[in-house]
């Protein structure tokens, strides 16, 4: 798959390469998806393909090829040792949706982070928040459909971008989580908003030219 690395020595992927490894990520996290035990039941959500390809796919094609890579071993490495990462996701979520269930039941067996391993998310968070904050004012429209904001928004029923990052940064390797802090890091120091990066994506799977063709077209 690697066709070779870098002068800093990173995995180098051809573009080929790398699509077919974030399709090969998407479907591996649909596998686990399956398996998720929901309180109420099968969500519907976890029969709908489409939506969790195109949703997945748009963040995944924003990444580097290590990062990537990282997040793909994660995977592999999780299926090792029996866990499933999406179900830890979405458990790490219920601390704020619905904390006397997670209190009750799903905390004690969930990995424990270490307050250098939560600060260090809740910096991402905050520069991914803001990013998030900065789309929905110069993209109203588009801002609309996307999750609530804030952990303060949270509903039984309804998980902001804040949490939901939350429950995915706590699932990732200390390994997947460095390559993603330099990502996130890098990116701002560049000036590039990742979250318009991702709808970008999104918007162009969905049959856009781009960001302000969508944000014109009329509401669902």
Known sequence: MMTGHNSDGEPELTDREFLDLAGKVVRHEWDQFQKVDNEGGRALCQGDWPTFHQMRLSQFLTWTA?????????????????????????????????????????????????????????????????????????????????????????????????????????????????LYQAFVSHAKEEGINLTQQTVGWTVRMSGFSNLAEAEASPAE
């Open 66 to 178: 290590p990062l990537l890579l990282s997040y793909s071993r994660d995977l592999d490495q999780a299926d090792r040792e029996g866990r499933n990462l999406l179900t830890e996701k979405y458990a790490r979520m219920m601390e704020s949706t619905d904390r006397d269930y997670y209190l009750a039941h799903l905390r004690a067996f969930l990995p424990v982070l270490s307050q250098r391993r939560l600060d260090q998310q809740e910096g991402i968070i905050r520069t991914q928040v803001e990013w998030a904050r900065a789309f929905t004012q110069d993209h109203p429209r588009l801002g609309s459909r996307m999750r609530r904001l804030t952990s303060a928004e949270d509903r039984p029923d309804s998980t902001s971008f804040e949490t939901y990052l939350r429950g995915e940064l706590g699932t990732y390797s200390q390994r997947t989580l460095d």
